[in-house]
């Protein structure tokens, strides 16, 4: 389902969230792209989902990716090398929502660096919990205030961050035994 923004909306949300927002991009995407600084996304994400006029009530996704590989320039294949990422940055954070009431949608990104942590979006969103946590799981990013930032698929002695540019494609991790499950409080009564 492809649905139209109003340029009014993007007005609105630069109007309203000023020095905040770094960057808009509208072309080719039918979704506009709010490039938000680090230090103001809750502010955002939370006046997003509850002033009126927005009401961007439902966090339809949450990921990121590895934007700007530390090691190597990636070859193109014969044409030279191809230059890629994004300069002082390490990691985008991707914020997809919905609002079921105007019927539209907002793509919101925050850039950050390797060794920065981004503040978490659980205070406005139950649900990034566990999106976050995967980000972590698999990139490394550490989100500040979360409420229990651990890995959520892979085993606790894993080495690395799988979906990393650097991380070699062919390791292979074999862990001996099993590690104890936590009660959670849920024991057979």
Do not use: C
């Amino acid at each position: 389902m492809t649905m139209a923004y109003s340029p009014d909306k993007i007005e609105k949300i630069k109007a309203r969230f000023g020095d905040a927002i770094e960057e808009v991009i509208t072309e080719r995407t039918d979704v506009p792209i709010f490039y938000v600084k680090k230090e103001k996304i809750v502010e955002v994400l939370g006046a997003l989902r509850t002033e009126e006029g927005f009401e961007y009530n439902f966090l339809a996704d949450l990921t990121a990716y590895d934007d700007n590989p530390p090691i190597n320039d990636i070859p193109d294949y014969g044409l030279g090398v191809v230059k890629q990422g994004g300069g002082d940055h390490r990691f985008v954070i991707v914020y997809q929502l919905f609002s079921f009431q105007h019927k539209d949608r907002v793509r919101l990104k925050v850039r950050t660096k390797e060794d920065e942590a981004v503040p978490s979006a659980t205070p406005v969103w139950k649900a990034a919990n566990w999106l976050e946590r995967e980000i972590y799981d698999m990139y490394g990013v550490k989100f500040s205030d979360h409420p229990n930032l651990r890995r959520i698929m892979l085993d606790e002695r894993w080495i690395g961050h799988p979906q990393r540019k650097e991380y070699p494609i062919k390791r292979y991790q074999r862990f001996q035994g099993s590690l104890p499950l936590e009660s959670f409080g849920l024991e057979d009564k």
